[in-house]
């Protein structure tokens, strides 16, 4: 009978990155006896270029004792090429990433890897075909966490943190999805995955699942150069790759660093490179101390002696015809003591190494498939004159003009992001945006924003609230668009609504492809709104969900390919306060104003620099960028310092506002005499009144405070009111009538729609819930509470 994964564990040299022995018996007890027929285990690799020894063979090894016989477990590989593309390896052609994970294979084949009980899944494919399971598992991932943890867990791309790029914050919450969507059971990665492994973990606690990967995290060789903490796949004397000729292997491993006692020089967790990309490899990638960090014992320790059963022979002092040993321990001993000389021990270790990998060398001289994989892998590495056609750029996105799904040239508005108390000022503000085109007739598009609303964490992320929240919002536009503009001016009759999630998924793959070239083309710092000219930006205290929203936009910007996309000055497209922003001004040729948010920064930066090339600017032409600045601004209150002071939903009029409410507020609305800086009951009259647009108001007063007045335009009111002449009472009495009116015809439309009614209720329950849900709240370091 085979041995169980228990009994294995102490063959398997791995650290378990775990608090307690204890809870580690547990976990893995629980794992075992599940009712899943078999364990699952999992690792990923990049497709990234050459494979070194320990990917190679130290792997192979690996996964040969986790699936022995009787263990009665699969090892799934992912192969990583999405976040490969992400990396930017292979000029990130995913062709090309394709072909290097194909030589990859191969070389596990001819290195022993038993592939009965292993499985290869390419995330490309996998991603493609169940995108409506991954993309909002991963939103999922993102809107627990905030920027601050996801940073730690960049030391497995080998960036700084302050290097980053805003692709490079989307691999660690891809990876941890991953983890996940592939229903994995152990994680059997490097040690140097370690942070990310547990941030999988720490998603089962804030996602309350109620069972954890287990993390088996294994060995990191060092490099072979003095203070290399691990290997290098840029420094080629680093490391033995798994095609090196005998001669490579030879001068490597003679040229390597082979100390006899402990450095004392102080570069202990130097990586021996250079530039400001080498912080993440100064950490230990080591599961175990150990001062003396001599990469040739270390090859000797985890890749010759590590299969059940191996050997190591070389020349010693005492016996110079050679001697075996079957156990490291007695090696380290003797070369410690001197009965092996350096030399001695750097000649063994050639002749194993290059008996491990003859066979590797044979599988690519010998298997025609093999030998044309290894020659293009090598061709791609070579530094050539790209062709014409290779710089001809390549633009992934989401095309839904071509699809059908929304005509040509038309101008773009984002719905606000969903909120438990839905706004009159919310729905006014989309109304306004998209009757913001200068074009007469124009067609316009509303984005229904599902999937960024859930990585935002609005309305608890829950698709079904979230859902219930537009179809409230579209219903109110319709009533407004009707009750300000009536048939003939009608704004919504020429509106195409798109929802997200229904538009991503029409073609997954170029939508996301499109995100993730997005990130790699901004830093983070840009996309966070740092040290571009726009406000201080976002901290790294909020939610990554953000940063993922905003590389969103651009996709959807792209998808939707408008002649012009409007923004106001209250919530942009992700729904981020721009209040505090420097918006500037420019002019665009036609009298309307484009204000530089970091919304409008990125988006025309990005057009700007990556779609410029003639070959894609008749394609893609920089749209106008409308920002919306005139607004009525419809707060019944002034800002208040204290939230003490503030009277549950007094600052605006919600959609449902009954009678009552509609009275009450408008009677505490703020209205100062004289003062028309700051007053809420003018800016309602002027907008719902009509004043300026062909439409009159009359205030009826008594004989003695002057008589009915007529107004035609805001700036007389404003004039009458800042004199004296009318009165804060006579104003709010008309004021209150017009806003019954509005708010009814409003609650009537809503009557017609069952959508809205039943949304309405669904949104009014999400209200009950905490104010404390509805917000990123860190409860320890990196995690949102939700």
Same mark, same amino acid.
């Given at each position: 009978?085979?041995?169980?994964?228990?009994?294995?564990?102490?063959?398997?040299?791995?650290?378990?990155?775990?608090?307690?022995?204890?809870?580690?018996?547990?976990?893995?007890?629980?794992?075992?006896?599940?009712?899943?027929?078999?364990?699952?285990?999992?690792?990923?690799?990049?497709?990234?270029?050459?494979?070194?020894?320990?990917?190679?063979?130290? %792997?192979?090894?690996?996964?040969?004792?986790?699936?022995?016989?009787?263990?009665?477990?699969?090892?799934?590989?992912?192969?990583?090429?999405?976040?490969?593309?992400?990396?930017?390896?292979?000029?990130?052609?995913?062709?090309?990433?394709?072909?290097?994970?194909?030589?990859?294979? !191969?070389?596990?084949? /001819?290195?022993?890897?038993?592939?009965?009980?292993?499985?290869?899944?390419?995330?490309? %494919?996998?991603?493609? !075909?169940?995108?409506?399971?991954?993309?909002?598992?991963?939103?999922?991932?993102?809107?627990?966490?905030?920027? $601050?943890?996801?940073?730690?867990?960049?030391?497995?791309?080998?960036?700084?943190?302050?290097?980053?790029?805003?692709?490079?914050?989307?691999?660690?919450?891809? =990876?941890?999805? +991953?983890?996940?969507?592939?229903?994995?059971?152990?994680?059997?990665?490097?040690?140097?995955?370690?942070?990310?492994?547990?941030?999988?973990?720490?998603?089962?606690?804030?996602?309350?699942?109620?069972?954890?990967?287990?993390?088996?995290?294994?060995? &990191?060789?060092?490099?072979?150069?003095?203070?290399?903490?691990?290997?290098?796949?840029? +420094?080629?004397?680093?490391?033995?790759?798994?095609?090196?000729?005998?001669?490579?292997?030879?001068?490597?491993?003679?040229?390597?660093?082979?100390?006899?006692?402990?450095?004392?020089?102080?570069?202990?967790?130097?990586?021996?490179?250079?530039?400001?990309?080498?912080?993440?490899?100064?950490?230990?990638?080591?599961?175990?101390?150990?001062?003396?960090?001599?990469?040739?014992?270390?090859?000797?320790?985890?890749?010759?002696?590590?299969?059940?059963?191996?050997?190591?022979?070389?020349?010693?002092?005492?016996?110079?015809?050679?001697?075996?040993?079957?156990?490291?321990?007695?090696?380290?001993?003797?070369? *410690?003591?001197?009965?092996?000389?350096?030399?001695?021990?750097?000649?063994?270790?050639?002749?194993?190494?290059?008996?491990?990998?003859?066979?590797?060398?044979?599988?690519?001289?010998?298997?025609?498939?093999?030998?044309?994989?290894?020659?293009?892998?090598?061709?791609?590495?070579?530094?050539?004159?790209?062709?014409?056609?290779?710089?001809?750029?390549?633009?992934?996105?989401?095309?839904?003009?071509?699809?059908? /799904?929304?005509?040509?040239?038309?101008?773009?508005?984002?719905?606000?992001?969903?909120?438990?108390?839905?706004?009159?000022?919310?729905?006014?503000?989309?109304?306004?945006?998209?009757?913001? $085109?200068?074009?007469?007739?124009?067609?316009?598009?509303? &984005?229904? *924003?599902?999937?960024?609303?859930?990585?935002?964490?609005?309305?608890?992320?829950?698709?079904?609230?979230?859902?219930?929240?537009?179809?409230?919002?579209?219903?109110?536009?319709?009533?407004?668009?009707?009750?300000?503009?009536?048939?003939?001016?009608?704004?919504?009759?020429?509106?195409?609504?798109?929802?997200?999630?229904?538009?991503?998924?029409?073609?997954?793959?170029?939508?996301?492809?499109?995100?993730?070239?997005?990130?790699?083309?901004?830093?983070?710092?840009?996309?966070?709104?740092?040290?571009?000219?726009?406000?201080?930006? &976002?901290?790294?205290?909020?939610?990554?969900?953000?940063?993922?929203?905003?590389?969103?936009?651009?996709? +959807?910007?792209?998808?939707?390919?408008?002649?012009?996309?409007?923004?106001? /000055?209250?919530?942009?497209?992700?729904?981020?306060?721009?209040?505090?922003?420097?918006?500037?001004?420019?002019?665009?040729?036609?009298?309307?104003?484009?204000?530089?948010?970091?919304?409008?920064?990125?988006?025309?930066?990005?057009?700007?620099?990556?779609?410029?090339?003639?070959?894609?600017?008749?394609?893609?032409?920089?749209?106008?960028?409308?920002?919306?600045?005139?607004?009525?601004?419809?707060?019944?209150?002034?800002?208040?310092?204290? $939230?003490?002071?503030?009277?549950?939903?007094?600052?605006?009029?919600?959609?449902?506002?009954?009678?009552?409410?509609?009275?009450?507020?408008?009677? %505490?609305?703020?209205?100062?005499?004289?003062?028309?800086?700051?007053?809420?009951?003018?800016?309602?009259? /002027?907008?719902?009144?009509?004043?300026?647009?062909?439409?009159?108001?009359?205030? =009826?007063?008594?004989?003695?405070?002057?008589?009915?007045? $007529?107004?035609?335009?805001?700036?007389? *009111?404003?004039?009458?009111?800042?004199?004296?002449?009318?009165?804060?009472?006579?104003?709010?009495?008309?004021?209150?009538?017009?806003?019954?009116?509005? *708010?009814?015809?409003?609650?009537?439309?809503?009557?017609?729609?069952?959508?809205?009614?039943?949304?309405?209720?669904?949104?009014?329950?999400?209200?009950?819930?905490?104010?404390?849900?509805?917000?990123?709240?860190?409860?320890?370091?990196?995690?949102?509470?939700?």
């Amino acid at each position: 009978m085979g041995l169980g994964l228990l009994e294995l564990l102490p063959l398997l040299h791995f650290k378990i990155s775990i608090a307690s022995s204890s809870r580690l018996n547990y976990e893995f007890r629980t794992i075992i006896t599940k009712q899943a027929p078999r364990i699952r285990l999992y690792d990923g690799f990049e497709p990234s270029g050459r494979m070194h020894i320990a990917q190679g063979l130290l %792997k192979s090894v690996n996964v040969n004792k986790c699936t022995y016989p009787g263990t009665h477990s699969t090892f799934c590989f992912w192969v990583a090429d999405w976040f490969a593309l992400m990396n930017d390896k292979m000029g990130g052609d995913l062709n090309k990433i394709g072909i290097v994970g194909e030589y990859l294979i !191969e070389v596990w084949k /001819a290195a022993g890897m038993d592939l009965d009980n292993v499985e290869f899944r390419w995330a490309s %494919k996998e991603i493609t !075909e169940n995108a409506h399971v991954y993309w909002p598992l991963m939103l999922d991932v993102a809107r627990r966490f905030n920027i $601050t943890r996801i940073k730690k867990c960049c030391q497995i791309m080998g960036r700084m943190e302050g290097n980053l790029t805003s692709a490079q914050v989307l691999y660690p919450l891809m =990876q941890c999805t +991953d983890v996940f969507f592939l229903k994995a059971d152990i994680c059997q990665l490097g040690v140097d995955q370690r942070k990310v492994n547990m941030l999988a973990r720490e998603y089962c606690d804030a996602a309350k699942k109620k069972f954890k990967p287990v993390i088996l995290s294994h060995h &990191m060789l060092y490099g072979l150069k003095k203070g290399q903490e691990k290997m290098s796949k840029s +420094d080629p004397d680093s490391a033995v790759f798994m095609e090196d000729t005998a001669e490579d292997v030879e001068r490597k491993i003679g040229k390597a660093y082979c100390p006899t006692m402990a450095d004392v020089d102080g570069e202990e967790g130097s990586t021996g490179g250079v530039g400001t990309e080498d912080d993440a490899g100064k950490e230990s990638m080591h599961l175990t101390q150990d001062t003396l960090k001599n990469p040739i014992l270390d090859y000797i320790q985890h890749i010759v002696l590590s299969p059940p059963g191996s050997f190591f022979t070389c020349a010693t002092v005492s016996s110079p015809d050679g001697q075996t040993f079957s156990n490291y321990d007695e090696v380290k001993a003797n070369f *410690l003591k001197g009965d092996i000389t350096p030399d001695q021990l750097k000649k063994g270790l050639i002749d194993s190494l290059n008996n491990l990998l003859q066979p590797v060398r044979d599988h690519f001289a010998n298997d025609g498939n093999a030998k044309r994989l290894l020659q293009q892998v090598r061709e791609f590495k070579r530094v050539t004159t790209p062709s014409a056609e290779d710089e001809k750029p390549k633009v992934f996105s989401l095309d839904l003009v071509s699809d059908g /799904a929304v005509p040509t040239d038309s101008h773009l508005v984002m719905a606000p992001l969903p909120n438990s108390n839905p706004t009159l000022q919310s729905a006014v503000d989309v109304l306004i945006k998209l009757a913001a $085109t200068s074009a007469e007739g124009s067609p316009k598009v509303l &984005m229904l *924003l599902d999937w960024t609303a859930r990585v935002n964490n609005a309305l608890d992320a829950d698709p079904k609230v979230i859902s219930a929240y537009y179809s409230v919002i579209l219903s109110s536009l319709r009533a407004l668009d009707k009750y300000l503009f009536g048939e003939a001016n009608s704004v919504m009759k020429n509106v195409t609504v798109v929802l997200q999630s229904e538009a991503i998924l029409k073609d997954p793959s170029n939508y996301w492809i499109s995100v993730i070239n997005a990130g790699r083309h901004f830093s983070l710092d840009a996309v966070m709104g740092v040290g571009i000219g726009l406000g201080e930006g &976002m901290k790294d205290s909020e939610g990554v969900g953000a940063i993922i929203g905003r590389l969103m936009m651009i996709a +959807d910007v792209l998808a939707v390919n408008p002649k012009s996309v409007a923004f106001d /000055a209250t919530i942009d497209g992700v729904g981020t306060s721009l209040s505090n922003l420097k918006l500037e001004e420019v002019s665009n040729g036609n009298n309307a104003r484009s204000a530089l948010s970091v919304e409008a920064h990125l988006i025309q930066e990005y057009y700007e620099s990556k779609l410029s090339h003639p070959t894609l600017a008749s394609r893609f032409s920089v749209p106008q960028v409308i920002h919306i600045n005139d607004a009525p601004n419809l707060q019944l209150q002034p800002p208040r310092e204290s $939230t003490a002071l503030k009277t549950e939903f007094d600052e605006y009029f919600l959609l449902d506002d009954p009678k009552v409410n509609v009275k009450s507020k408008t009677k %505490k609305a703020f209205c100062e005499p004289g003062n028309v800086d700051f007053c809420p009951p003018i800016e309602l009259l /002027a907008y719902f009144g009509g004043l300026g647009c062909g439409k009159e108001v009359t205030i =009826q007063r008594s004989q003695e405070n002057g008589g009915d007045v $007529t107004y035609t335009s805001k700036f007389d *009111l404003q004039n009458d009111f800042e004199s004296g002449s009318l009165h804060p009472g006579d104003l709010k009495g008309v004021v209150s009538s017009v806003m019954l009116e509005v *708010l009814t015809s409003i609650s009537e439309e809503m009557k017609k729609d069952d959508d809205a009614t039943k949304g309405f209720k669904s949104v009014r329950e999400e209200n009950g819930e905490t104010e404390e849900k509805m917000m990123y709240i860190p409860t320890s370091p990196g995690i949102c509470k939700v």
